[in-house]
């Protein structure tokens, strides 16, 4: 079984920086492709930004400047920092892998960037 735990998130001013974590609990980390999205209020869940295990990044074009997603084997852990945070970075920031063909998600961690 899959188990994935984000931390990290709360309240961020606008301009400020916020680094979030994902815990994995799996066997196999280091092959697995992990990922974020993110999902702003009544709005759908969108891409943020995956890596591979290869360790190559890939952003959505809309999150390219300002989020920074990374990884630490050695600790199953997947990291997405924000950088310049602006009110759309508001909502639940979903960590996400795929295993044998089926997703798996985290409970989500919420952001709120306040001006």
């Known amino acids: 079984q899959v188990q994935l735990a984000e931390s990290g998130g709360g309240v961020v001013q606008v301009g400020g920086s916020l680094r979030l974590s994902c815990a994995a609990s799996?066997?196999?980390?280091?092959?697995?492709?992990m990922g974020w999205y993110h999902q702003a209020p009544g709005r759908q869940r969108e891409w943020v930004a995956h890596i591979s295990a290869a360790l190559t990044p890939h952003y959505a074009n809309s999150r390219l400047d300002r989020f920074t997603i990374s990884r630490v084997n050695a600790k199953n852990t997947v990291y997405l920092r924000l950088e310049s945070a602006q009110p759309e970075d508001t909502g639940v920031y979903y960590c996400w892998t795929s295993k044998n063909g089926q997703d798996y998600w985290g409970q989500g961690t919420q952001v709120t960037v306040s001006s």
């Open positions: 799996t066997s196999g980390f280091a092959l697995d492709n």
